[in-house]
């Protein structure tokens, strides 16, 4: 146990081991320390929390979630390493980064051996549980208690794969009728009533499918939002300074091909298309209309959320558990919501990158408190193992914050940047490979723009944001020689966090050889870029 996580509650924990040996140590920490509530939902991002006070607040689309800051530590720098629902649910339960746990997209699979959270909570003596969306593809084996979604799920009449007589996943229930957000917390609530040992402290994780896309609510919120004009954000419409070449191509060739667009702007993919937005409208016009729809559908999802979490709040109230529990709420990612005219995630601009990350703990996290410190998703497992009085195991790559939570204050020689990397190039929603840093002040990222093979190559760019000017990230200052200084001092500190977290580029050597290619930027590399985005659009108008 560390020094940082030794308090009144663990001396009468180790006391009690001193004086009656022979009680088990799953008894003694019943009474010593918290149960852990890690409660997830899919693709929540920041702007739609009313605690972070983005454009949404005001229509006060959480109350029951924003009872976690009131009461508890909103994070401001939360960061999913690669924000992708798999890779990022990887990085909680291994504690490591995905080149390490070897989730890299959505076909990746953690094996019950490998399911580290799970196991170290277990060892600790809680009793562990999950429920609801998985998506790690393998049985949940190193719970004692699962009941999750096959993949990625139904909204409605949702199946889920349960323990039983039948070898995984061939044992599943259907719960009828019901909406998946409804479902998966009645199955809590039952979890509570029907499997809960009063023995052993819990750590359950309790993981919403809700919003994900394409944002199927319940009936019962139709009329949610109906007459209200959404706030649209300032970089929903087009930024010359925005982007680069990776991003917009030469003369902006690549618009059309770059990012699930709200508009028109991505033929193949878009929500004026999606949404039938009428075809008489002008492309602006169809962009407001797809926007309202895309938010208030995304919005009727995450009111369910909230709802639900009223009733999960009840249930810890009346349990007398609310104040004896670390509750944690946060997203297995961001999102975008119209910014820069993106939706989905993928993206490492701050609407994508950035989680929520919400903790409530009364008996030593102070109320209404903040952080701006930088904290990665590989960091969650190994803070909730803290405050289960768990060392960090040697193997995991992430660190406890815990401190962090208890008094405002980084720890020496705390972590100043994040690391980020996109593997899945052009798949899905057309966004490139892409990997970079972020501070607190400035932002650094490298569309290298290839694929596992080194093939189907976008042009490679590199962006600059300056976050306390422009935190909107409208103004790509890659090329402007008043940050040249800045752009140097990144580099060089983006390719050290890689030698740190250990993304040597030999897990796909033809990727990483383009990665070093453009790493300079030079004349050549550039022109080279160009060729590649003038071939690109070709071949995408071609098709």
Known sequence: MSRQ?????????????TIAPWVSPATASAAGRPNILFIMSDDHTTQAVGAYGSRLAYLNPTPNLDRLAKEGMLFENAFVTNSICTPSRACIMTGKYNHNNGVFDLNG??????????????????????????????????????????????????????????????????KEGMHSTDAITDITLQWFDEERDESKPFFLMHHYKAPHDFFEYAPRYEDYLEDVAIPEPLNLWNQPKFGSLATRGASDEMTPYIGTSIGRRNPRRNYAKHYGVDSWLSDDEAKRKAYNIYLKHYLRCVKGVDDNLARL????????????????YTGDQGFMLGEHDYMDKRWMYDESQRMPFLVRYPKSIPAGSRSNAIVENVDYGP??????????????????????CETGQEPEGWKQEAYYRYWMHMAHHDNPGHLGIRTKTHKLIYYYGTDYKGENQTPPAWELYDLVN?????????????????????????????????????????????????????????????????????AKMAE
């Not at 009144?8 to 081991?17: E, R, T």
């Not at 001092?489 to 740190?500: G, N, S, V």
């Open 383 to 404: 803070t909730m193992l803290a405050f289960a009085g768990v060392d960090t195991p040697e193997y995991m790559q992430g660190k406890s914050f815990r401190q962090i």
């Open 470 to 538: 422009d935190p909107t990230e409208i103004v790509n200052q890659y090329d402007n020689p008043e940050y040249a200084e800045v752009v140097q001092d990144l580099k060089h500190r983006l390719a050290q966090l890689r030698d740190r977290v250990g993304d040597d580029g030999s897990h796909y050597p033809k990727t990483e050889a383009v990665v070093q290619e453009f790493w300079d930027y030079s004349e050549a590399d550039r022109a080279k870029a160009i060729r590649i985005s003038n071939e690109y659009s070709k």
């Open 313 to 328: 709040f009840a249930k810890l109230e009346e349990t007398g558990q609310m104040d004896n529990t670390v509750i944690i």
């Open 109 to 174: 699979r953690i094996d019950p051996e490998n399911q580290h959270l799970a196991i170290e909570m277990k060892k600790a003596g809680y009793q562990t549980a999950m429920i609801g969306k998985w998506h790690l593809k393998a049985e949940p084996a190193a719970f004692d208690y699962y009941c999750v979604l096959p993949g990625q799920g139904k909204y409605f009449d949702p199946v889920f794969r349960v323990q039983g007589d039948k070898p995984w996943p061939k044992n599943t229930i259907v």
């Open 5 to 17: 996580s030794i308090g009144p509650q663990h001396v009468l924990w180790l006391l009690a081991l």
